[in-house]
């Protein structure tokens, strides 16, 4: 029987009679100077103006993977984040002969470090700019939605073309509180990122999917990359004249540990959260959305184990794609069993009485009369394209015909000026669409795709008609007529496949490929469904920020300070090491420790920890990364702190900003967080640092590494 809390006994009274209230809020920097008080009164001394300006340390040291956010640890551009955010790049450079998923990765000097992939890139976001009145200004309200939605991304393309002048810099202008207001955000690109070092899966992923979300959690959930530049210091393709990144500013290491109840800063880039929603939006996810999608993922990797099974080099090529299905699904069914458990619905439904009673008593807080209704009209009929949406992505559900509707799309697109493409087809994205279609060849293998695409047609054709977009169900390949698709098409050919960026439409038109002759049959609908889609979202974008900004209000009437939904920027959280209530009579918390590791250590994956690891454990060689408190190394640990996926990786910073963890997952208690904080069961998951740095000395003998960094250990 594992142990569900690890605390010192004279603590667990005070656990229980005082249970930390989880901190809520995803802040943009520049939103804490409203929050000194609240820094102050947990313990945080690190000055407030550090953390709202990027050019100071620490937020000039967090960065972002395009995926997962991560942070320098040195003047030589070493970066430390999550194994599971790199593990696409263990994975590309694996082979059932040198598996560095199953052995791990060390590289001993720069020479032996391996490209991390056309698709990983490193970002450094140095300026932050509002730009709402750009963007909304002059527009009618009376524009139908498509209209104004085009013009919108207008604007956002001419301020984005416009910062990005430098072309060392990538330039993005994103909506926040759903459209109220808009920031250009401007990130140094860094396009030369590889492998350092990862530890064995058996240490990255332990416990792999069934410890996922779950505490206790015993998971060294830990790598190293390092980016590179040009010898001029400036973002540059990869290529062996490059040279480490210099990091203006990086974390410095804290070996000294934490304790209960003593504070955390944590800043990462969290992808989206829903905390605005409205109770019809969740009932939407609850009953009808989530539950088609969990079925969907579970169909999807039944298909992939049985299609690679037996084929050692096949797992190794579809490992990142599994990995990456498991997690959103045990997140997808984690949100639907916490819907079960506590009625989310019909706490939102309580407050948006409260708010409707407050707009009623504020009218002017309300553009017009009929705010309302049309945002249930608007909302209504974005569930319903929601519908559709996914009803196209299992009709597509292969990775040969994406490419296909890639590269065709990209030719009708650059037949017209820079400007007026849609976004994801101009000249700034040519390399991101090459770099995906290059990607492929680590990740595909023909006769597997083939068996997901013909799974796929078949739980297309059982979704209701209302789903399937108008004009598509005549379109569908037969199911006999797909092993003639994949035997004629050549697109499975990394060249061959890129040779299509350059060609013309007319060209994609008159190939016999089968592959390119779906996406050309396809098309007609999929930009029916587009444009029905622009339609909605236009719609929304006029009402939502509407109701936003009352809802703003009426939070100000309290004296709340709002913090916009997550959207993959960067952003500020903080809270205490603290465990939880997991139900009656359960605590869980704050910390595990490596004795964990051997009570579920079965020798069979996933709870098959290394030889070396167990022997290091079991001869106690815990040097300085003992905790005074517990005597062994603690390996992960629970803080209040308000994240979301995307914050994996994040930097679990001390009060004075140091380095002291890694954020990568949150308590299954916790999932629901994304739509309602409930501040008693909110937790993150952290691995601890001490742990990592213990495994770089004990285990794999990363000793350049360490020294690399640099460490503040606990005085003696």
């Known amino acids: 029987m594992f142990k569900s809390i690890v605390l010192p006994v004279a603590l667990l ?175 140094m690109m860094i396009r030369d990122v590889r492998l350092v070092y990862a530890p064995s899966d058996m240490i990255g992923n332990y416990g792999g999917d069934i410890d996922n979300y779950e505490f206790p959690r015993h998971t060294g959930d830990f790598s190293f990359l390092r980016a590179y530049v040009g010898k001029d210091g400036r973002p540059a393709d990869p290529s062996p004249d490059n040279v480490p990144y210099k990091s203006k500013d990086f974390l410095v290491v804290s070996a000294e540990g934490l304790k209960n109840g003593d504070p955390i800063l944590l800043a990462g880039y969290p992808g989206r959260t829903s905390r605005y929603k409205l109770p019809a939006e969740i009932r939407f996810a609850r009953d009808s959305d989530f539950p088609m999608r969990v079925a969907g993922m579970q169909a999807d990797l039944a298909v992939i184990a049985a299609a690679t099974m037996g084929n050692p080099a096949y797992d ?126 680590q990740s595909f293998v023909a006769s597997v795709d083939e068996a997901r695409y013909s799974a796929a047609l078949q739980r297309y054709a059982r979704l209701p008609a209302k789903m399937r977009p108008a004009g598509l169900d005549a379109l ?74 009352a809802v703003i209000a009426w939070k100000k009437s309290q004296g709340k300070p709002v913090y916009p939904d997550a959207n993959s920027t960067l952003r500020v959280t903080f809270g205490t090491v603290a465990p939880y209530v997991a139900r009656d009579g359960v605590i869980k918390g704050p910390f595990t420790t490596v004795d964990g590791i051997v009570e579920k250590h079965t020798g069979k994956d996933p709870f098959n920890a290394p030889k070396p690891l167990l022997e290091a454990i079991k001869a106690r060689r815990f040097g300085v990364y003992a905790d005074p408190v517990l005597h062994t190394v603690p390996v992960n640990f629970l803080s209040s702190a308000d994240t979301t996926g995307g914050n994996s990786g994040s930097a679990v910073m001390n009060k004075r900003g140091e380095l002291v963890g890694l954020n990568f997952d949150s308590t299954y208690e916790s999932i629901t967080k994304d739509f309602y904080f409930d501040s008693a069961i909110t937790r993150a998951i952290h691995v601890d640092i001490r742990y990592m740095l213990w495994v770089m000395q004990e285990v794999d003998h990363a000793d350049n590494l360490i020294k690399e960094m640099t460490i503040k250990y606990p005085k003696k």
Request: hydrophobic fraction near 40%; include cysteine.
């Open 13 to 187: 009274g005070a656990v229980v009679a005082t249970p930390a209230r989880a901190d809520e809020g995803q802040w943009q920097p520049h939103q804490l100077t409203q929050l000194k008080s609240e820094l102050k009164r947990i313990g945080i001394t690190i000055p407030v103006d550090k953390l709202t300006d990027l050019s100071k340390h620490p937020m000039s040291a967090i960065v972002s993977t395009g995926g997962c956010s991560a942070a320098f640890v040195s003047t030589d551009g070493l970066i430390v984040t999550n194994h599971h955010c790199g593990y696409a790049a263990i994975q590309r450079n694996s082979t059932p002969e040198h598996n560095y998923i199953v052995n791990g990765f060390l590289a001993k000097d720069r020479a032996a470090e391996l490209p991390g992939g056309p698709t990983l890139q490193v970002y450094v976001t140095d300026k932050v700019e509002n730009v709402t009145e750009r963007v909304l200004k002059g527009l009618s309200p009376t524009m139908p939605g498509r209209e104004r939605h085009e013009e919108v991304q207008s604007r956002i393309k001419a301020l984005t073309a416009e910062c990005e002048s430098d072309k060392a810099y990538r330039c993005s202008v994103p909506a926040f509180h759903r459209g109220l207001e808009y920031y250009r955000i401007r990130q």
């Open 316 to 441: 190794v090529r579809y490992a990142s794609v599994v990995k990456s299905i498991n997690n959103v699904m045990k997140k997808t069914q984690g949100l639907m069993d916490g819907f079960a458990r506590k009625d989310v619905a019909a706490i939102k439904d309580v407050q948006d009485a409260e708010f409707r009673a407050w707009l009623a008593k504020n009218p002017a807080a309300a553009p017009n009369r009929t705010m309302l209704s049309d945002l249930d009209a608007v909302i209504a009929a974005d569930m319903a394209m929601s519908d559709e949406d996914y009803a196209w992505s299992v009709a597509n559900h292969s990775d040969l015909l994406y490419s296909a509707r890639i590269l065709y799309r990209l030719a009708i697109e650059r037949a017209k000026p820079d400007a007026k493409r849609e976004p994801g087809y101009q000249e700034r994205d040519l390399p991101f669409i090459k770099a995906r279609l290059t990607r492929l060849e």
């Open 476 to 549: 569908m390949p037969a199911a006999a007529a797909v092993p003639a698709m994949y035997k004629g098409t050549e697109l499975g050919d990394t060249a061959k496949r890129l040779a299509w960026l350059t060609r013309d439409a007319d060209a994609f038109r008159k190939s016999d490929d089968p592959m390119i002759k779906q996406s050309v049959k396809m098309q007609d609908v999929s930009m029916a469904l587009e444009s029905r889609r622009k339609e909605v979202a236009g719609n929304l974008e006029k009402v939502i920020p509407q109701y936003m900004s």
